[in-house]
């Protein structure tokens, strides 16, 4: 018997999906010859499988299985103890282990014996694991121990709006440098505003109306909870944090501040930090934390929170435009490098500095005076290339609006 995927789909939605290339793809297929492990983390239902699907369905061998081990009947050919038990298990199911083969494991963090199972075969045998998971809080640990040094670990968030737009199947591209006439503006502001309100999860890109949208971002954060939080987090009380999460969605941009979330929550400080650090490692959230040029103060300082889709803050939280776009800009300066916020004692800041070497303001209408302001912190912090980011248009040189970011 051999088990497979079916890359054929009755349905048109699942069609486009499949035919869309996110860049992670691109990266991912130079590394195909390989001997280490792929292995593709991220949020729920931002797609992980569907980049999986693609590459399986690329390898022209036949020696190649793939599982999902979300699934219970598939997870207990991985629970033998002995190695050997699991791979000739697998034989069974029609894998040849004397020749290069291929395995597919999808959301590997229901199966806690599989890296080290996947080092043994590496280790063993001429095969070739893909892996993907929902967890950092829990694969980083395991694999640390027993895969350093034979795996690849990638990073896969919603779509930017350059994915945004090819899932839409609309030509062309904004420009991202000089100036842009309001006429181009109005063109691809409509487009990014929609990207803005609504996010980057797939499911959500291609609903046509507002209900099917705001039906498909709820069932997401519902998965989200049952899943990871009910399922994996095993924590006592999830009342708690279902309500801390609630309660970052409105806070999105702002300092996190353990003790009043733990007075508000009714709970202990370390509680609160154990969740937060929990929805971190699982996606839902990310910190920053202010920019200095010792480590350690970094560490010890008060970081800001943003959330995993600027779609979920939009639905979930009263919050206003400003920060849901800042929320979406943030989203599209992670993918270019670390990323922190600047604030002096007077409260003057900076919203993102990337990489130690770049500022970006971020405005829903950007002045002459936010320009000159950014441009003087820049200076005295040896920051380079100064950035504002505009929501509206105006005529102002050296500003970018949010879809040529």
Known sequence: MRIAIDTKYDLVYDKIIFMVKRKLYYK?????????????????????????????????????LFFDLENPLYRRYF?????????????????????????????IQFAKSIPSFVKYAIDHYQWKFFLTGSSSFYLK?????????RKYIFELFPFDFEEFLELKNIKGRPEKKGEISKASYLIWQKLYDEFVNWGGFPGVILKSTIVEKKRTLEDIFASYFNKEVIELGDFRNNRVIRDLMLL??????????????????????????????FLEGTYFISLIYPFTKNRDVEIRSTPKV????????????KIDDGHVFENTIFHQLRT???????????GVEIDFVLNKSQSFEVKM????????????????????????????????KNIKFGFQV
Do not use: W
């Open 79 to 107: 629970e033998f103890e002995d190695y050997e038990k699991i791979i000739q298990t697998l034989v069974e199911l029609g894998l040849d282990k004397n020749k290069p083969a291929y395995l597919f494991l999808d959301e």
């Open 248 to 277: 970052l969605l409105g806070r999105t941009g702002s300092k996190v501040d353990f003790q009043k979330f733990a007075a508000e929550l009714g709970a202990s400080r370390a509680s609160i930090k154990e969740y937060i650090h």
């Open 141 to 149: 640990n395991l694999f640390n121990e027993s895969l350093a040094g």
């Open 306 to 317: 943003y959330l995993c889709d600027s779609g979920l803050v939009s639905l979930l939280s």
């Open 28 to 64: 991912i297929r130079k590394l195909m010859k390989s001997r280490e492990a792929i292995v593709i983390t991220g949020m729920r239902q931002v797609g992980k499988t569907t980049i999986l699907k693609q590459l399986y369905k690329d390898i022209a061998s036949t020696n190649k």
């Open 336 to 346: 270019r490098g670390k990323i922190n916020y600047y604030q002096k004692k007077s």
């Open 365 to 396: 209408n950007a002045s002459a005076r936010d320009i000159k302001r950014l441009t003087f912190l820049s200076r005295e912090l040896a920051l380079k290339n100064p950035q504002i980011i505009s929501h509206n248009y105006n005529n102002l």
